[in-house]
């Protein structure tokens, strides 16, 4: 079964400095990736999708994240963080089998890295 | 375009309890999804529903089921209430569930048992 690690629970940082939170996913074949935010009393908001394609992904309010098929990660950067960047991250893994009577599709979260930034 | 609608956003129950609770995909979404969000487990997948048939399904018990609406409008009943079904319900919504489209959520319904 698919896992994903977020190896951070907290990372606090102070406004204006980078950061990168990390992702690894346990299998490699056929599966897309992608990160949400979960802002206080919010639902997930979608941040940026790898489907294929390039490996470096931009996505909104400046984020961008790499894909490294070798090493099963997908880490989240943003070069200059805002006291407004201030909330939960989720990486997600999309992977698809094959099964009886017809195909299985998932999405499988991390347990989420909270990001604090510190004016 | 409106967003995908939860509701009620707070809800509070009692063990033994059951609760319904509903949810309204994008419009032109067929694929409507749940997942149980708590600080200990973090987001685990409950089902997902695709033109009105049960497609995919977490490792959760049999009190927790739902179904969806010829109009995709789904709803998940959870019975006999634990004091562990406290969490945060969410709901998101694809064009078609396939794996490589991006969800989109709700801002889920907070459950409570007293």
């Known amino acids: 079964a698919q896992s994903v690690t977020q190896l951070d629970s907290q990372v606090p940082v102070f406004e204006e400095a980078p950061v990168e939170l990390r992702c690894n996913y346990s299998s490699s074949v056929s599966v897309y990736l992608f990160w949400y935010v979960q802002y206080p009393n919010q639902g997930l908001q979608l941040l940026l999708k790898?489907?294929?394609?390039?490996?470096l992904v931009k996505g909104i309010n400046g984020f961008e994240a790499e894909f490294n098929k070798s090493q099963t990660s997908f880490h989240l950067r943003k070069p200059s963080v805002h006291i407004s960047d201030t909330a939960e991250y989720f990486c997600a893994v999309s992977d698809w089998s094959v099964r009886s009577g017809g195909s299985n599709y998932k999405l499988t979260f991390g347990k989420g890295t909270l990001l604090t930034v510190n004016p | 375009k409106a967003g995908v609608t939860q509701t009620p956003r707070y809800l509070i129950k009692t063990r033994g309890q059951q609760v319904t609770l509903s949810c309204s995909p994008i419009s032109g979404h067929r694929s409507v999804s749940w997942y149980q969000q708590t600080p200990g487990q973090g987001l685990q997948f409950l089902f997902e529903y695709f033109s009105e048939t049960q497609r995919n399904k977490g490792n959760f018990p049999g009190r927790f089921s739902g179904r969806q609406f010829s109009n995709s409008r789904s709803e998940m009943n959870v019975s006999t209430l634990e004091l562990g079904d406290s969490a945060l319900y969410l709901c998101?919504?694809?064009?078609?569930?396939?794996?490589?489209?991006?969800?989109?959520f709700g801002d889920g319904t907070r459950l409570s048992i007293l």
């Open positions: 790898y489907l294929s394609g390039s490996t």
């Open positions: 998101a919504s694809s064009l078609r569930g396939s794996f490589n489209q991006p969800q989109h």
